[in-house]
């Protein structure tokens, strides 16, 4: 059994990784141009989503916000992938999605987030963040590193 939830916590976080690289990617148009079935397809249409987002704000602070989402985007998606870091990638990716999720049932309606897994990714980031021992992880290769070169007494 303990090998079993290790398999299920590397697939948590490779699918939650994902779920951050994959729209990064759309918004760099190389999932496919604007229009072909993808959510953005270039830059400018995601600073339009963002800015909906964040109606009270102007087009600057929605290019800074969409700035700041896509390198945090790419941080946590990068860390949890590798293995790295999870819990503070992992608890990031729950402020993230939670406050995105909350922009979009407040700007956009209240099916918006729930018509993706928004609340689903803060969940399951929570839970990640939360445990103790990552498999298949840096992570865990490093505790073991550490382990290795203090000399018990």
């Known amino acids: 059994m303990k090998n079993s939830f290790g398999i299920a916590q590397l697939i948590l976080r490779l699918a939650l990784g994902a779920g951050f690289i994959i729209p990064v990617m759309d918004r760099f148009g190389l999932m496919g141009p604007p229009g072909s079935g993808v959510?953005?397809?270039?830059?400018?249409?995601?600073v339009d989503y963002t800015q909906t987002l964040v109606p009270f704000a102007g087009r600057p602070f929605?290019?800074?916000?969409?700035?700041?989402?896509?390198?945090?985007?790419?941080?946590?998606?990068?860390?949890?992938?590798?293995?790295?870091?999870?819990?503070?990638?992992?608890?990031g990716a729950a402020i993230?999605?939670?406050?995105?999720?909350?922009?979009?049932?407040?700007?956009?309606s209240i099916n918006a987030p729930f018509s993706y897994p928004v609340f689903v990714f803060t969940g399951a980031a929570l839970v990640l963040s939360g445990l103790e021992h990552h498999y298949w992880s840096m992570d865990n290769d490093f505790k073991n590193l550490r382990k290795q070169r203090v000399p018990e007494n």
């Open 39 to 46: 959510a953005w397809g270039d830059w400018h249409h995601f």
């Open 62 to 91: 929605a290019e800074v916000m969409s700035l700041l989402a896509t390198i945090a985007e790419l941080v946590f998606g990068t860390c949890l992938i590798i293995g790295f870091r999870i819990k503070e990638a992992a608890l």
């Open 96 to 108: 993230l999605t939670l406050i995105f999720g909350l922009c979009m049932a407040i700007f956009v």
